[in-house]
């Protein structure tokens, strides 16, 4: 069984910096596309960040410069490193992965979800 598992969420400053990470494991054949989603509390679930297999990113225009996406495909892990985070910036963060398996074929996994809040 896949599994997606994120780390580091947590309170910040504003102005501060946190960085994400997550990781995928079971029986993987291969993840096409990695990322980031976030859902702010009362509104849709939004793309942060996402990235290829092959290196091509993706950022939300409300993040770029700020936050930066990276990933290990040997470890089927993928980060997001937060600088200059806003109060905006405060949702429940999810990692997203697109994986190829033996049993299902493609599909779409989420992590559970991690929490950042920003605070003035």
């Known amino acids: 069984q896949v599994q997606l598992v994120e780390s580091g969420g947590g309170e910040v400053q504003a102005g501060g910096s946190l960085r994400l990470s997550c990781a995928a494991s079971?029986?993987?054949?291969?993840?096409?596309?990695m990322g980031w989603y976030r859902q702010i509390p009362g509104k849709q679930r939004e793309l942060v960040a996402a990235k290829t297999r092959g290196g091509s990113t993706n950022y939300a225009d409300s993040v770029k410069g700020r936050f930066t996406i990276s990933r290990d495909n040997a470890k089927n892990t993928v980060w997001l490193q937060m600088n200059s985070l806003k109060p905006e910036d405060t949702a429940v963060y999810y990692c997203?992965?697109?994986?190829?398996?033996?049993?299902?074929?493609?599909?779409?996994?989420w992590g559970k979800g991690t929490l950042v809040t920003v605070s003035s």
């Open positions: 079971g029986s993987i054949l291969s993840i096409t596309t």
């Open positions: 997203y992965a697109a994986i190829w398996d033996l049993k299902t074929g493609g599909m779409d996994y």
